[in-house]
């Protein structure tokens, strides 16, 4: 059953995510058939609930957390390190201590815990990911794996199912998540009738990999790196490991074990890694064939650009392309 829905506001909150929620859970929609529910807005702490552009004051009442079917920890924190992209939440632990324990007592209950993008911290802090599956924005994901070893975090998707504890990735993956957990409690037709509303697709493919902004890594100071630079100019060629060695003037050995101490990869994954972020920078900035693209930058053909790109991407070139292609 899903009635009863609480967000749980960080010091520091973000409104879209915010707002994700209110949407999803705080519109009445009975007029389509849909079921409407009781949402209730609470501050993880006591005091204003700040925002970047305004205050909110939102009341402190943790006791709604201990009668809801799902709790929804809003993205945000006390403090952003750009620097890290870490969320702190250190400067108000104490005062954050009520609702972390609150949370716990909630999922132990086996009511659902969901964070939206960077809440997933306020779970780690509360012990809630430990063993577990979940994930993050995509630039936050090595801080919260850092700040939390015991997580199991996948910076690749949009969403992690891990009942009683969902997490999405950041920003619009809010979206994805809160209609996949109206999916599996409530049924596919009451979540396409949402997302219907919403005016946004009620399920999309693939994950947050495509976002991430990786490009070609740069290799100063690596004794590797003349080979690397050489190798990523002439990406079209075979490279075996003896004819890389050779060049390098090592042992086939000694050579594929410093390359892996160096780049933490096999030449040849390296190498075709290399080759899909070519091909994604074609796929972004021209209109050639895939299949040309997939000669230009080594592949045998378009099958093979295909395996390595969904891969390291998640998503097929044709569908990257049309969602990344410069007009």
């Known amino acids: 059953m899903l009635q009863k829905v609480v967000v749980l506001l960080p010091p520091r909150a973000e409104t879209f995510e915010l707002g994700v929620a209110c949407e999803v859970f705080g519109v009445d929609r009975s007029d389509d058939g849909l079921p409407a529910y009781e949402l209730s807005i609470v501050a993880a702490c006591p005091g204003a609930v700040h925002t970047r552009y305004y205050d909110l004051d939102i009341p402190h009442d943790l006791g709604c957390l201990a009668s809801a079917d799902l709790i929804i920890v809003g993205a945000g924190g006390d403090a952003v390190d750009e620097s890290d992209g870490a969320v702190a939440v250190t400067k108000t632990r104490g005062a954050l201590d009520p ?113 991430v902004n990786r490009p070609l890594p740069r290799h100063n100071g690596s004794s590797m790196a003349p080979l690397l630079d050489w190798m990523t100019v002439n990406l079209r060629d075979d490279h075996s490991v003896s004819d890389l060695a050779a060049r390098a003037g090592m042992s086939s050995r000694t050579f594929a074990r410093r390359f892996q101490a160096e780049t933490g990869s096999t030449p040849a994954r390296w190498l075709n890694d290399q080759r899909v972020l070519e091909a994604q920078r074609l796929l972004e900035t021209t209109d050639l064939t895939v299949e040309s693209i997939a000669d230009r930058v080594g592949f045998r053909n378009a099958a093979a650009l295909r395996i390595h790109f969904q891969r390291v991407r998640l998503t097929s070139p044709n569908e990257y392309r049309r969602v990344f292609a410069r007009t």
């Open 99 to 211: 609702a972390l324990d609150a949370l716990c007592r909630a999922a132990q209950r086996g009511t659902a815990v969901a964070s939206l993008c960077t809440g997933a911290f306020l779970l780690g802090a509360a012990g809630l990911l430990d063993g577990r599956r979940c994930t993050t924005h995509w630039r936050h994901s090595a801080a919260l794996a850092a700040r939390f070893p015991d997580a199991l975090v996948d910076p690749s998707v949009l969403y992690v199912d891990d009942h009683p504890i969902y997490t999405s990735a950041g920003t619009a993956a809010s979206i994805d998540l809160c209609l996949h957990i109206v999916r599996k409690f409530q049924g596919s037709d009451v979540a396409n009738g949402i997302a219907r509303r919403m005016v946004v697709p009620p399920h999309r493919e693939g994950g947050q990999a495509q976002f």
